[in-house]
């Protein structure tokens, strides 16, 4: 999963709809520390939290699975 490009957009989405991350913590239920430091490019959201956040800004988290050709 590339993170940075998956907060980069909920960050850029957060400031076009001028919501402050303090509104964005108590809408979605996540800690306001831990949205600042994925904000920050610190942490690895798990999918439990980037669909919280997702929600209340009105984006879709949608998962892909590619087989790489990893034989096991």
């Not at 439990?48 to 800004?57: E, I, M, R």
């Not at 984006?59 to 050709?69: A, C, D, R």
């Amino acid at each position: 999963m590339h993170s940075a490009n998956i907060i980069s957009t909920i960050k850029a989405r957060r400031e076009s709809l001028h919501v402050t991350q303090d509104t964005l913590a108590q809408l979605s239920g996540v800690a306001l520390r831990t949205l600042k430091q994925f904000e920050s490019g610190k942490g690895n959201p798990t999918l439990q939290t980037l669909q919280k956040l997702s929600d209340v800004l009105g984006l879709e988290v949608t998962v892909t699975v590619k087989n790489m050709g990893v034989k096991l």
